[in-house]
């Protein structure tokens, strides 16, 4: 597949290109012919032409084809884009296994096992209008194991940033963070997205 395909560009043609069909309130119409009057120009500028367009696309062709561009980068960025193609269907999708009391809500962790680069994304909403209790569990990912807790902040829809979340290595949310005595809002979503 071509990374660029040249176009040739043609100017319009037409019998009167400066006539314009004007229509007025009543229906009536009357053909005009129109020309500039700009008052003093002090840049020409550069004209849409089939000539400056022509020459836009040959060097464009040229950067990318066998000008300026190393053929061994070429293939380098076909090389990366099949690599991504093959590593996003490496990607599996878990979800919470089990929701704590005070919690509800959608998480996905897409998980990349070729290269071992997991996200984790969702909202989940905060069911109670008392602050959750250090160490209270929002949710258990299933089958998430790491080697190390990352702490992470979550996005209230209200505008809040709190820092109070963290993913344990045994694939627990918990709750943990100074933060956490702000969350009092009752049914108040909170948005967040992890990479480790």
């Given at each position: 597949?071509?990374?660029?395909?040249?176009?040739?560009?043609?100017?319009?043609?037409?019998?009167y290109?400066n006539?314009?069909?004007?229509?007025?309130e009543?229906g009536?119409?009357?053909?005009?012919?129109?020309?500039?009057?700009?008052?003093?120009?002090?840049r020409?500028?550069?004209?849409f032409?089939?000539?400056?367009?022509?020459?836009?696309?040959?060097?464009?062709?040229?950067?990318?084809?066998?000008?300026?561009?190393?053929?061994?980068?070429?293939?380098?960025?076909?090389?990366?884009?099949?690599?991504?193609?093959?590593?996003?269907?490496?990607?599996?999708?878990?979800?919470?296994a089990?929701?704590?009391?005070?919690?509800?809500?959608?998480?996905?962790?897409?998980i990349?096992?070729?290269?071992?680069?997991?996200?984790?994304?969702?909202r989940?909403?905060?069911?109670?209008?008392?602050?959750?209790?250090?160490g209270e569990?929002?949710?258990?990912?299933?089958?998430?194991?790491?080697?190390?807790?990352?702490?992470?902040?979550?996005?209230?829809?209200?505008g809040?940033?709190?820092?109070?979340?963290?993913?344990?290595?045994?694939?627990?949310?918990?709750?943990?963070?100074s933060?956490?005595?702000?969350?009092?809002?009752?049914?108040?979503?909170?948005?967040?997205?992890?990479?480790?």
């Amino acid at each position: 597949m071509a990374l660029f395909a040249k176009k040739t560009w043609k100017n319009r043609l037409s019998e009167y290109p400066n006539r314009r069909k004007l229509t007025k309130e009543n229906g009536t119409t009357e053909l005009v012919t129109v020309s500039r009057s700009e008052g003093n120009v002090s840049r020409e500028g550069d004209a849409f032409s089939d000539t400056n367009m022509n020459d836009l696309e040959n060097r464009i062709s040229k950067a990318i084809g066998a000008g300026d561009l190393p053929a061994e980068l070429g293939a380098d960025i076909i090389s990366a884009i099949d690599a991504l193609n093959t590593s996003l269907a490496d990607y599996k999708n878990t979800n919470i296994a089990d929701w704590g009391s005070n919690w509800q809500g959608g998480v996905t962790c897409s998980i990349n096992y070729s290269t071992s680069i997991r996200k984790l994304f969702g909202r989940i909403t905060h069911k109670v209008a008392t602050a959750p209790e250090w160490g209270e569990v929002v949710g258990i990912l299933e089958g998430i194991t790491l080697s190390y807790a990352v702490p992470f902040a979550v996005y209230s829809t209200r505008g809040q940033v709190y820092n109070a979340f963290v993913l344990t290595t045994d694939g627990k949310i918990k709750v943990y963070g100074s933060d956490k005595s702000k969350l009092t809002n009752v049914n108040e979503q909170l948005e967040f997205y992890i990479a480790f």
